[in-house]
């Protein structure tokens, strides 16, 4: 089956730099890749995805860019803020069943 | 965006009592689920998907007779933990899909469970 492994555990950044957090996957059918962050005891909000038919997709400070032949998507965030604290999940998933399949999370820190 | 609301937040019951779990997609209407759990620390945990009208598929070591979940409407499922135990305590989250071919799910806030 489909196994999602994501890097680092835990980063830590100087606010205003940027940050990078990897995943790779092994199914190579798996199409969709979304990103969430999760802040202490709340649920995860998307805050971005990337289909397999785009290799790189931008929001703001947020990126992702996805290699299919590598079978590995990476999240970029510019200009890190205090409130982009948070830990961040990537998945996977493909065909009809929706199911996501989740990397073990990394713990942003921003340090002021 | 979509929103998906989950109640209560937070509970805490006895052991061996019982407790529902609601979870509502709010402006949409979600023909798909899930339902998660996560412990401190870990990432989230598939305990099984929930399609409006039809049973519940489970996650293998998910026992459906203790878990009982209801997808009775297209904005409602719901999530009975059955005669709870200290180790079901956890955290639960639903999510749903917007809905037919779209991927994206969108999640609901959480329910943290504490079972003394």
């Known amino acids: 089956g489909e196994n999602v492994e994501q890097h680092p555990s835990t980063l830590s950044v100087q606010e205003g730099d940027s940050a990078v957090i990897k995943c790779t996957y092994s199914d190579s059918a798996s199409n969709y890749f979304p990103w969430y962050k999760q802040e202490l005891g709340k649920g995860p909000q998307l805050i971005i995805d990337?289909?397999?038919n785009v290799g790189e997709k931008k929001d703001q400070r947020i990126a992702v860019t996805l290699n299919k032949t590598a079978k590995h998507f990476s999240l970029h965030i510019t200009e890190t803020q205090p409130e982009d604290s948070a830990v961040y999940f990537c998945a996977a998933s493909k065909g009809s069943n929706y199911q996501l399949i989740w990397g073990a999370g990394t713990k942003l820190i921003i340090k002021p | 965006g979509a929103v998906v609301s989950q109640h209560p937040s937070w509970v805490i019951c006895k052991s061996g009592t019982s407790v529902k779990i609601e979870c509502r997609s709010l402006d949409f209407q979600a023909t798909t689920m899930f339902w998660y759990r996560q412990f401190p620390k870990q990432s989230l945990m598939l305990m099984a998907t929930?399609?409006?009208?039809?049973?519940?598929?489970?996650e293998q070591g998910v026992e459906k007779d203790k878990f009982l979940i209801n997808h009775a409407s297209l904005t409602l499922s719901t999530l009975t933990v059955t005669s709870a135990h200290p180790e079901d305590s956890s955290f639960y989250i639903c999510s749903a899909r917007v809905g037919a071919g779209e991927e994206t799910q969108y999640f609901g806030p959480g329910t943290r469970l504490l079972v003394l």
């Open positions: 990337i289909r397999s």
């Open positions: 929930s399609n409006e009208g039809s049973k519940a598929t489970y």
